[in-house]
């Protein structure tokens, strides 16, 4: 395809191309996202590729020829794309194909054609056949053919890197609508669900994949999403939890084979050790122990083990703490406090990991909802939300000309102002330090916005005064009184009971709000017995506030202004 297709041509699907895994979604006529099955029923699709004799493997097909054919087979080449080869890291690659200097860029030496000869094939080249994979089986599942995507990309994705991205995509007949970021597209997939209420709330989401792991902190205001801070870390993803599991099986394979070897100095043993440790860390994630079993692992014995959840979270515990920490520091560098985010959202197949959910859990506070498989009854696919954010996405923009596309992902256009502050309402009688700040619009709300409330005054009715200002989010910590100690003679027994007392003198800490600026005031007097105020703030593009406040149910209201 060479031209772009008009709107009424296009048949446009959503893309997760990750370095470990993609998947592909459609949305179904009711604007359902659905992640599509390839010809083999694999949702989640490795992003690998091998050459056999000039024929071209992709996903599982390709991942069980790292054991026989590493060196004709691509693996993880996803964030090379659009690189530099000097800033590359390769280490992922060590067991498949290695990515070579071709220029300035990236490319790998393999055989795939059926002469076996030895050919250069750029990772832009090896991308396109990726995507056109991808694209055939999307085409096969909906009986036409697809010419079009949203494809998500993380965060820090480069505009060299998207460049190169929507050449690849292009040269496989699809065209690039529009890069979405992966943490996005999850908190997209999330609100598009029918039961979804669009509220303002602060979410962390945490996209743990294969060799990689990225937080970002979202607002969400009134269904727009900003980015308020991201974390990457290229040391903790699932190839650790592999790698884990293969140091424990490799450790118990020479217990019981003592002259058998040990299986990771040897290429093929590795290979046959990693595949099967992967597929006993998945195991883990539903069952409570799992079985591991290798024909011929090493010099030709069979190897076959057990393991169970606790011994795996044990041996695991400094990474899944490595998770906990990289979501705390994007929650700090957002200079916000746990207790500001409702909702965390794991994403990516690491995700499943139950383990990973419950330490979540336990480090964020109990108002913070942890929306992953093994927490939520109502979680979605950990593994599928990238793409069905994707699908969503393209089904909204697919009828939009290319320019009106270009114009809405414009920096001039999605980079709105925020507010700093929030802004909200005092309602004051009597004691002018009554009030209870009562915040209306969130902070990092884009603007323009218009938010307006109802609010109960004083019971017995009379003046009360209004004041719009801004409030500032506080911690207040308090330390509980230290608790008596139980009598000597009860539970004497029982040492733990008193290390968990230990345990819950923790202090507290609670958000409270400091009102900074004084916006506007508005004096009601006479109010009848029980009466309500609807206040209702307008916030304008250039930060100036106009406000309304009246009495629900009574005769005309107060109007202010006050400008930036
Ligand atoms: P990256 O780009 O970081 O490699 P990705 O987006 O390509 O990631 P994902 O599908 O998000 O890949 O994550 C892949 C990782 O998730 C792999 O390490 C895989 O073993 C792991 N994984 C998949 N399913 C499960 C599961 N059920 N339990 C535990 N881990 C899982």
Known sequence: MSEEESPAQRVAIGISFGNSYSSIAHTSGEGKAEVIANEEGDRQIPSILSYVDGEEFQGTQAKAQ???N???????????????????????CHQSAHPIQHDSTVAFKIKDTAEGAENTVTVSEITTRHIR??????????????????????????????????????????????FIHEPVAAVLAYDARAEAEVADKIVVVADLGGIRSDVAVIASRGGMYSILATAHDYDVGGTQLDQVLMDHFAKEFIKKHKSGGDPRENDRS????????????????LGSSANFSVESLSNGLDFTSTINRTRYELLASKIFAAFTRLALHAVEKAQLDPLDVSEIILAGGTAHTPRIASALQSAFPESTTVLAPSTSPTALNPSELAARGAAIQASLIQEFEAEDIDQSTHPMVTVTPHLAHAVGVLCISGDPASGVF??????????????????????????????????????????????????????EDDEDDEDDSEEEEEEIREKAWRVEN??????????????????????AADLSVQCFVREVGGKGGVRGGWSA
């Open 133 to 178: 994979r991808l694209k055939n089986s999307a085409s096969d599942f909906m009986g036409k053919t697809v010419n079009a995507a949203v494809i998500t990309v993380p965060t820090n994705f480069s505009d060299a890197q998207k460049e190169a991205l929507t050449k690849a995509a292009k040269d496989a007949g699809v065209e690039v609508l529009q």
């Open 66 to 68: 790292l054991v026989r």
């Open 438 to 491: 009562r915040p209306l619009v969130e902070a990092e709300t884009p603007v323009p916005v218009r938010r307006s409330a109802v609010i109960a005054t004083p019971r017995e009715g009379g003046d009360v005064l209004i004041k719009i200002c801004e409030g500032v989010r506080e911690i207040k910590v308090t330390k509980p009184a230290p608790k008596p100690k139980p009598a000597k003679d009860e539970d």
């Open 270 to 285: 590795l290979a046959k050790l990693k595949l099967e440790s992967e597929a006993v860390k998945k195991a883990l994630s």
């Open 70 to 92: 590493s060196k004709n087979t691509v693996a993880y080449f996803r964030d090379f794309l659009g690189q530099d080869f000097k800033s590359i890291d390769p280490t992922p």
């Open 518 to 539: 004084v916006l506007a005031e508005a004096a009601l007097k006479g109010l009848k017995k029980g009466a309500k105020v609807e206040v209702q703030v307008n916030v």
